[in-house]
T-cell receptor, first 114, second 109 residues
Framework: EPEVTQTPSHQVTQMGQEVILRCVPI?????FYWYRQILGQKVEFLVS????????KSEIFDDQFSVERPDGSNFTLKIRSTKLEDSAMYFC????????????FGPGTRLTVL | QKEVEQNSGPLSVPEGAIASLNCTYS??????FFWYRQYSGKSPELIMF????GDKEDGRFTAQLNKASQYVSLLIRDSQPSDSATYLC?????????FGTGTSLTVIP
């Protein structure tokens, strides 16, 4: 069964460093998303991406964040200068057809900022 | 502020009983509503979505939507210990999605 994959599963970085989180969405999906979940808190929408551009973004998704689809398979989230409060689980999701709204989540990358 | 509100629980039901999970939302422009299950340390898994008023059934799960009351619910019939998880209610407006804090369900054998 097709699935969304994410790498790495755990990333540890120093405050102020740049990190890139990688995702491979399900191959025929068209819509891509990043979410974060701080430990013990709700899943928070960061950004949606369609047709090679950002479709929607939340207030959390400020200038420190960027997304890219560098090739036909990968979808990345970059955090330019990490802060302690960026420590969270980051989930990538993909969706095939907006009329169904069925998002499939990847396993997540746990980001720890020291 | 577009919010989805859930009772965080914990909710405990005996095995074989019906578990009832509830959710309210603030944005009347919300288009679809979702229920996800999240096991501890894992990613959310879609249970079902609903976008029309009324009930939608899928196996042991029934989602109910009442747009006038801005209320969504999930019923789990014949609850099993494997159903023990956190249940996330969500909605979308366009291509932006919102989730509640989740309701923790424990099914007692």
């Amino acid at each position: 069964e097709p699935e969304v994959t994410q790498t790495p599963s755990h990333q540890v970085t120093q405050m102020g460093q740049e990190v890139i989180l990688r995702c491979v969405p399900i191959s025929n999906h068209l819509y891509f998303y990043w979410y974060r979940q701080i430990l013990g808190q709700k899943v928070e929408f960061l950004v949606s991406f369609y047709n090679n551009e950002i479709s929607e973004k939340s207030e959390i998704f400020d200038d420190q964040f960027s997304v890219e689809r560098p090739d036909g398979s990968n979808f990345t989230l970059k955090i330019r200068s990490t802060k302690l409060e960026d420590s969270a689980m980051y989930f990538c999701a993909s969706m095939g057809d907006s009329s169904y709204n069925e998002q499939f989540f990847g396993p997540g990358t746990r980001l720890t900022v020291l | 502020q577009k919010e989805v509100e859930q009772n965080s629980g914990p909710l405990s039901v005996p095995e074989g009983a019906i578990a009832s999970l509830n959710c309210t939302y603030s944005d009347r422009g919300s288009q679809s509503f979702f229920w996800y299950r999240q096991y501890s340390g894992k990613s959310p898994e879609l249970i079902m979505f609903i976008y029309s008023n009324g009930d939608k059934e899928d196996g042991r799960f029934t989602a109910q939507l009442n747009k006038a009351s801005q209320y969504v619910s999930l019923l789990i019939r014949d609850s099993q210990p494997s159903d023990s998880a956190t249940y996330l209610c969500g909605s979308n407006t366009g291509n932006q999605f919102y989730f509640g804090t989740g309701t923790s369900l424990t099914v007692i054998p």
